[in-house]
């Protein structure tokens, strides 16, 4: 299973982002798919989670801001990044708990690669 993660780049404060996630490979299902973010210095963290049914959560620090969404049909999840700071500065990272054709039995998470979002002041 692969994940590959686009729309990163450079903002200004206040700008907005749209980053995609598109899952592929030996996919049965895909339970819960998330976006986590790692600022220099820092552990990495959740942003924002969707369950395959669509149901979400997201940290404090991006409620209102940052929404997250899938299309269940094209394995993706997205992220629409509003009002965007300088703290929202970070590699973000994709991740799918996957039941692959292979092993029906288990879930696992899988990761993106990472795309850097950099806001200026």
């Known amino acids: 299973v692969q994940l590959q993660a686009s729309g990163g780049g450079l903002v200004q404060t206040g700008g907005s982002l749209r980053l995609s996630c598109a899952a592929s490979g030996s996919i049965f299902s895909i339970n819960s798919m998330g976006w986590y973010r790692q600022a220099p210095g820092k552990q990495r963290e959740l942003v924002a989670a969707i369950t395959s049914g669509g149901s979400t959560n997201y940290a404090d620090s991006v409620k209102g801001r940052f929404t997250i969404s899938r299309d269940n049909a094209r394995n993706t999840v997205y992220l629409q990044m509003n009002s965007l700071n300088p703290e929202d500065t970070a590699v973000y990272y994709c991740?799918?708990?996957?039941?692959?054709?292979?092993?029906?039995?288990?879930?696992?998470?899988?990761w993106g690669q990472g795309t850097l979002v950099t806001v200026s002041s």
């Open positions: 991740s799918a708990d996957t039941i692959t054709i292979e092993d029906e039995t288990t879930v696992a998470r899988y």
